[in-house]
């Protein structure tokens, strides 16, 4: 992981985008990024198990330095990713996305420059699956805010390209930010992730039903993307759903213990906001009219 953070040139791109160094002692900029990088990767939990991994002097044979101190590691996250000033507009009540700060738009920059690097050594299919999600994680921090499953966290969201398991995008968020709030921008900010390609991409989006807004579905639409959205389960579409026959169930996969998973295709379109039936086809019959 190591030689390839450093031949890809994610590390060099990690000292050329983040914030330079008020002071040029001590570790770089991507030395600290692979610090962290390695520390998620060896099962570290939390900044203060840098202690152990800074006592692995075979580690940092290998690394050719010392991992950071548990104390200087905090003090890098602080100083590079963390600008009070940008939390100033908190609203009393209600959920509240920061803009990130010029740390985490570099962050963001040297996360491109790996999915960049990625493709231009695997030359992937032009096949991609954008999976997005927000998950939620618990934490006992003061500053955390209540989540709706009633415990106190944060609520990240993240873009992955399924089939590479790459990272695209991400937003870290307060536990209390609906997990539909922005998503059509943070799909846009992941498929914007991706190189030129001149054949261009053939791109797919996954969500569960916090994409299930008519907007968000239009916008994909709009863009000629193919989509998988979880339904909310409304009367009209449990009606639907009661009303199949047994024969138009088909068999998905029989799990352990012998649980039936089926399928079955509902002929069910939820309408939007003073739609008529006869819409679409009108709407065709003008354009070819012009």
């Not at 939390?46 to 690394?63: F, I, K, Q, S, Y």
């Not at 231009?120 to 096949?127: F, G, H, S, T, W």
């Not at 169930?249 to 002929?267: P, T």
Request: charged share 30%.
């Amino acid at each position: 992981m190591v030689e390839l953070g450093r031949v890809s040139g994610v590390m060099r791109a990690a000292e050329k985008h983040l914030p330079a160094k008020m002071n040029p002692k001590g570790l770089g900029q991507g030395q600290m990024v692979e610090s962290f990088v390695l520390l998620s990767a060896l099962g570290g939990e939390c900044v203060d198990d840098l202690t152990g991994l800074r006592r692995d002097r075979g580690l940092a044979a290998l690394l050719g330095y010392d991992m950071p101190a548990a104390s200087t590691g905090r003090q890098w996250l602080e100083r590079n990713f963390h600008e009070e000033g940008m939390l100033a507009e908190r609203p009393l009540l209600g959920s509240f996305i920061p803009e990130e700060s010029a740390g985490l738009s570099g962050l963001g920059v040297v996360r491109d420059h790996s999915v960049r690097s990625y493709v231009a050594a695997v030359k992937p299919d032009m096949e991609v699956t954008l999976d997005v999600d927000a998950h939620l994680v618990e934490s006992s921090k003061r500053e955390a805010l209540p989540t709706y499953e009633g415990y106190r966290g944060y609520q990240p969201m993240l873009v992955v390209w399924a089939e590479t398991k790459l990272v695209v995008a991400d937003e870290f968020r307060d536990g209390n930010v609906p997990a539909g709030k922005d998503i059509a921008r943070m799909v846009d900010q992941g498929y914007a992730a991706l190189p030129y390609r001149e054949e261009g991409w053939r791109v797919r989006v996954r969500s569960d039903s916090a994409a299930y807004n008519q907007e968000v579905l239009d916008h994909w639409e709009a863009r000629g993307w193919k989509f998988a959205v979880s339904a909310n389960m409304t009367k009209q579409l449990r009606a639907e759903i009661d009303g199949l026959t047994p024969g138009e169930w088909q068999l998905w996969e029989v799990e352990k213990g012998g649980f039936i998973r089926e399928w079955a295709e509902v002929a069910y379109v939820p309408s939007r906001m003073a739609e008529k039936k006869d819409l679409r086809q009108r709407d065709e019959i003008s354009q070819s009219l012009d």
